[in-house]
């Protein structure tokens, strides 16, 4: 029979930011988890790249390790003494804007990652009373200014017990598509910088724009910048140079011939998947006419994610949260007839977006309306 690792009490373990040469442990002990179909060596070099991205780089994400003695003999997760890694996690600034009862203003937050604990020290706690003591850290002054934290669940409602509860989460899919004709043009992640800070500046404008809805104290979104379009693109880059000798996934997006619509993906070679990072039509609200433009610009630029992920042989294009303005063009991308409505479900399995207001206040969280919660934001 086999019996329990025995543990320290969880609430005696310290967390701090991990050495070099943790980080490189807890990588290697993570990629049963996150390798997907790179090796252990390969996923530790990926991490290793995009740990020094525009986004992660001079400070950007810290690395966490969860730590207490060893009460018995063994080959723990550990380096030198005594000390043991019990679990890890990672944390990201990001930037975000904000709308509240004092105004608007771009500010930063903090963005949870890589929450991980090995097999033989799940179920005890430990994981739980690591995130509390990182939500003490962002609350005090280690934390900075940051006055929320995210992050996106892979266990259900987990977090919410734990201060992040859960923001309602919708996709729709559509099939790859080989024979679609397309107006749009494509992407290259150099293509990008420029219309990223165009969407940027449109963001801020939104949320500038739109009052607060009734029942909510502030309204926010994380800025769909080029730093955090890169920090995916490295990703998917890394792994198709490991797992291919010729392709390379160089199509990132697709932009209408009026450049006023456009939206951005990755490549998901684990899932076999391509998911949109960002859909963006400038067009504002307006004359029928404008709008039939706007969907049949939308419809365009889904049509060439649906070529994208014939080319790689993928299962489907996932957009998250589609608005009416995408939904509609989805309609139109799937050819659906009068009445005929496109398919949207809740995602409940996996990156379940949660959201943590400065002090632990679960009331507080759900009083924030979460706009543009697309893909690009999630780590």
């Not at 397309?182 to 990008?192: C, Y």
């Not at 009068?338 to 632990?360: A, M, N, Y």
Request: glycine fraction near 10%; charged fraction near 25%.
């Amino acid at each position: 029979m086999t019996h329990p690792a025995p543990i320290p009490d969880p609430s005696t373990l310290t967390l701090r930011e991990a050495t070099p040469a943790e980080k490189v442990l807890c990588w290697r002990a993570g990629a049963v988890s996150w390798a997907g179909r790179l090796t252990v060596d390969d996923y530790i070099l990926r991490e290793t790249i995009n740990g020094s991205g525009f986004l992660t780089g001079n400070g950007g994400i810290k690395y966490w390790v969860f730590v207490g003695s060893r009460i018995t003999g063994g080959q723990d997760v550990g380096v030198g003494g005594e000390e043991v890694i019990y679990a890890s996690v990672e944390s990201l600034w990001k930037e975000i804007v904000v709308r509240d009862g004092e105004g608007v203003r771009r500010e930063r937050c903090w963005a949870v990652a890589s929450v991980f604990t090995p097999e033989k020290w799940r179920r005890r706690g430990i994981a739980a009373e690591m995130m509390r003591k990182l939500g003490e850290w962002f609350d005090g002054e280690g934390g900075g200014e940051g006055r929320i934290s995210v992050l996106y669940s892979d266990v259900g409602e987990y977090y919410s017990s734990l201060g992040w509860p859960s923001f309602p989460s919708l996709e729709t899919h559509l099939p790859p598509c080989s024979s679609h004709s397309t107006d749009a043009k494509p992407l290259a992640a150099s293509d990008l910088p420029p219309l990223c800070d165009r969407d940027v500046a449109a963001v801020v404008q939104e949320i500038r724009d739109v009052p607060l809805s009734s029942g909510t104290h502030t309204r926010l979104a994380f800025l769909p910048s080029y730093a955090q379009a890169e920090w995916h693109f490295g990703a998917e880059d890394h792994t198709a140079l490991k797992l291919f000798t010729e392709r390379r996934p160089e199509v990132k997006g697709a932009i209408s011939q009026s450049g006023e619509t456009w939206g951005y993906w990755v490549h998901d070679f684990t899932e076999n998947v391509l998911i949109f990072l960002r859909l963006v039509s400038l067009y504002p609200p307006s004359s029928s006419a404008e709008e039939e433009k706007a969907l049949l610009e939308l419809s365009d630029v889904l049509r060439a994610a649906q070529a994208e992920a014939a080319i790689w042989a993928f299962k489907r294009v996932v957009l998250w949260n589609p608005d009416r303005r995408a939904l509609g063009a989805c309609r139109l991308a799937l050819g659906l007839g009068e009445g005929e409505e496109t398919k949207v479900r809740t995602r409940t399995e996996g990156s379940i977006p949660c959201l943590r207001w400065k002090g632990g206040g679960g009331d507080l969280a759900r009083g924030v309306e979460w706009a543009a919660l697309e893909k690009y934001s999630w780590c």
